[in-house]
């Protein structure tokens, strides 16, 4: 596709449920990012891969928190029992060489947790 | 370790001139600064590397001094579309970007 593209963009859900997040990368890019925006707030590392690897998970709030990424493609962030403090925009972004070259962002996908 | 940028906050007229600025703890070998506006995915605005270069395009320049792992971002003539949230994306060579903590700007008219 033309740019990264989220999904849903937007997410209510009740406490305890799980939720998965999706993103479509930019064909061709090989390293891609998650991150969490809590409202009015920074961007909140989470996980990057380079290709299917993740290298380094160290950003993922809990055990609650998985990503895997298929296919050099898609990836999908899983959230466990969902609490309300996991509530933010949950953004994706591809990149076609990690620290080299410029990073693009999807919109985004809203979660909230009632 | 979260780059700390500098001011948190910042409110110009149109025509001024304004200095961001992103600090971090750790040996960095790349810079990128992006800006935010509201209910908005991030833009790239520009990279910079390992080597203290220092790039710009139109009224928007940055340099990158390594030795004190350091980024400034400087906006000059400041335009209303200026306005929204700078973030500094740092990377010490393990492929993990970092965002600082964010300085939001707004132009007034």
């Known amino acids: 596709g033309a740019g990264v593209s989220q999904s849903p963009s937007n997410k209510v859900t009740e406490k305890g449920k799980d939720v998965e997040l999706r993103c479509d990368p930019i064909?061709?890019?090989?390293?891609l990012y998650w991150y969490r925006q809590r409202l009015g707030q920074g961007l909140e590392f989470l996980i990057y891969?380079?290709?299917?690897?993740?290298?380094?998970k160290s950003g993922l709030p809990s055990d609650r928190f998985s990503a895997e990424r298929t296919g050099e493609s898609v990836s999908t962030l899983t959230i466990q029992r969902t609490q309300q403090e996991d509530s933010a925009v949950y953004l994706c972004?591809?990149?076609?060489?990690?620290?080299?070259?410029?990073?693009?962002f999807g919109q985004g996908t809203r979660l909230t947790v009632v | 370790q979260q780059p700390v940028q500098s001011p948190q906050a910042v409110i110009l007229r149109e025509g001024e001139d304004a200095v961001i600025n992103c600090s971090s703890s750790k040996a960095l070998y790349s810079v990128h600064w992006y800006r935010q506006k509201h209910g908005e995915a991030p833009v790239f605005l520009m990279i910079l590397l390992k080597g203290g270069e220092q790039k710009g395009h139109d009224k928007i320049s940055a340099s990158f001094n390594e030795k004190k792992q350091q980024s400034s971002l400087y906006l000059t003539a400041s335009q209303l579309s200026y306005s929204g949230t700078y973030f500094c994306?740092?990377?010490?060579?393990?492929?993990?970007?970092?965002f600082g903590t964010g300085t939001r700007l707004k132009v007034l008219a």
């Open positions: 972004a591809s990149s076609g060489r990690t620290g080299l070259s410029e990073a693009f």
């Open positions: 891969f380079q290709g299917n690897s993740a290298p380094d």
């Open positions: 064909s061709g890019h090989t390293a």
């Open positions: 994306g740092t990377d010490s060579g393990t492929y993990k970007y970092i």
